[in-house]
């Protein structure tokens, strides 16, 4: 009789990592959400989880990504720059992304309160100066986010941010090859996947051209 736990090696029973949560590819934010966001985040003066949150839009990077930039990354020069490179944890790859104006100055702001230089990570951690954020809690950042906006946190993870700037992109110009550079995929297939799209997508756009 199936109980709902597994058994390890040594007999005992174990609770599955996923009992009890929803598990698949987390949605994009909505963009009344994401200004929604930054709304609250700048009425508290959340200096660092502003410039945290509007990076992790524009550069579409992985978690592993996001919390392990350097100052020297997006602000060689101690200002933050238009476009930034990377090299990928996951693939080894470099990416490149844009940095919008309100990030920009977002992340210089944060700069100016903190004084961090080139040399230290970007978003440093609660293990000192010279440890970033982890990933586990970037991730508890984005559930406080999303939540203080009305929405589920079960339903949300910090893949929501980075497909958010990438599905609008794809909805407004049906260019999966460009997603698929923003996004570092090597393979088409894997930003289909996902960007979840379908049938149905590919005819909305289709039938938005006359011939």
């Given at each position: 009789m199936s109980t709902g736990q597994s058994v390890n090696a040594s007999g005992a029973s174990r609770r599955p990592w996923n009992k009890g949560k929803l598990v698949g590819p987390k949605p994009p934010l909505q963009p009344k959400h994401v200004w929604a966001i930054r709304t609250r985040l700048q009425l508290q003066r959340r200096t660092r989880d502003l410039a945290l949150f509007n990076l992790a839009i524009d550069s579409k990077l992985r978690g592993c990504d996001v919390v392990a930039l350097k100052v020297e990354d997006v602000a060689p020069h101690g200002y933050a720059v238009e476009r930034a490179t990377v090299r990928q944890r996951k693939t080894g790859r470099p990416v490149r992304f844009e940095i919008t104006e309100q990030t920009r100055q977002s992340v210089d702001e944060y700069l100016r309160v903190t004084q961090r230089k080139p040399g230290y990570f970007l978003f440093g951690g609660r293990r000192g100066?010279?440890?970033?954020?982890?990933?586990?809690?970037?991730?508890?950042?984005?559930?406080?986010?999303?939540?203080?906006?009305?929405?589920?946190?079960?339903?949300?993870?910090?893949?929501?941010?980075?497909?958010?700037?990438?599905?609008?992109?794809?909805?407004?110009?049906?260019?999966?090859?460009?997603?698929?550079?923003?996004?570092?995929?090597?393979?088409?297939?894997?930003?289909?996947?996902?960007?979840?799209?379908?049938?149905?997508?590919?005819?909305?756009?289709?039938e938005q051209v006359d011939i």
């Amino acid at each position: 009789m199936s109980t709902g736990q597994s058994v390890n090696a040594s007999g005992a029973s174990r609770r599955p990592w996923n009992k009890g949560k929803l598990v698949g590819p987390k949605p994009p934010l909505q963009p009344k959400h994401v200004w929604a966001i930054r709304t609250r985040l700048q009425l508290q003066r959340r200096t660092r989880d502003l410039a945290l949150f509007n990076l992790a839009i524009d550069s579409k990077l992985r978690g592993c990504d996001v919390v392990a930039l350097k100052v020297e990354d997006v602000a060689p020069h101690g200002y933050a720059v238009e476009r930034a490179t990377v090299r990928q944890r996951k693939t080894g790859r470099p990416v490149r992304f844009e940095i919008t104006e309100q990030t920009r100055q977002s992340v210089d702001e944060y700069l100016r309160v903190t004084q961090r230089k080139p040399g230290y990570f970007l978003f440093g951690g609660r293990r000192g100066e010279e440890r970033s954020l982890t990933t586990r809690q970037y991730a508890r950042l984005v559930s406080t986010w999303v939540a203080m906006v009305g929405l589920d946190a079960s339903l949300f993870g910090t893949h929501s941010l980075r497909r958010t700037k990438a599905t609008l992109i794809y909805r407004k110009t049906g260019n999966l090859r460009a997603v698929q550079l923003l996004l570092g995929h090597t393979k088409i297939e894997s930003t289909v996947r996902y960007l979840g799209v379908e049938v149905d997508d590919a005819l909305a756009i289709s039938e938005q051209v006359d011939i």
